[in-house]
Nanobody
Framework: QVQLVESGGDLVQPGGSLRLSCSASGDALDHYSIGWVRQAPGKEREGVSCISSHDDSLYYADSVKGRFTISRDNAKNTVYLQMNSLKTEDTAVYYC??????????????????????WGQGTQVTVSS
């Protein structure tokens, strides 16, 4: 299984931007479906954005659509989440997740993040003035 390490979390003011990175080792990420999943204190996990390797679909949660962009650099074996126009409600621990054996579209993967078999340790994003 692939190993994932997130980085890039920080304290940022509302309206600011951050780019999260998810570096993989142990396997090539281009064969994997990828997801960014967040969890705020006292709330359930939320699939923020996902890419499906099954049908190349892309999904964004309504709460981040138009503000967040997921991308992958296969040469660097890294996935990114560019986050712009950050809001206080974006405060959460952000996890990178991956799986190469789930045959599902991106919206399904984000709706059921437990489908991902590999997870990073998470990176804290705090949006506050």
């Amino acid at each position: 299984q692939v190993q994932l390490v997130e980085s890039g979390g920080d304290l940022v003011q509302p309206g600011g931007s951050l780019r999260l990175s998810c570096s993989a080792s142990g396997d090539a990420l281009d064969h994997y479906s990828i997801g960014w999943v967040r969890q705020a204190p006292g709330k359930e996990r939320e699939g923020v954005s996902c890419i499906s390797s099954h049908d190349d679909s892309l999904y964004y949660a309504d709460s981040v659509k138009g503000r967040f962009t997921i991308s992958r650099d296969n040469a660097k074996n890294t996935v990114y989440l560019q986050m712009n126009s950050l809001k206080t409600e974006d405060t959460a621990v952000y996890y990178c997740a991956a799986d190469r054996s789930v045959w599902a579209g991106a919206s399904w993967l984000c709706a059921l993040p437990d489908s991902f078999g590999s997870w990073g340790q998470g990176t804290q994003v705090t949006v506050s003035s």
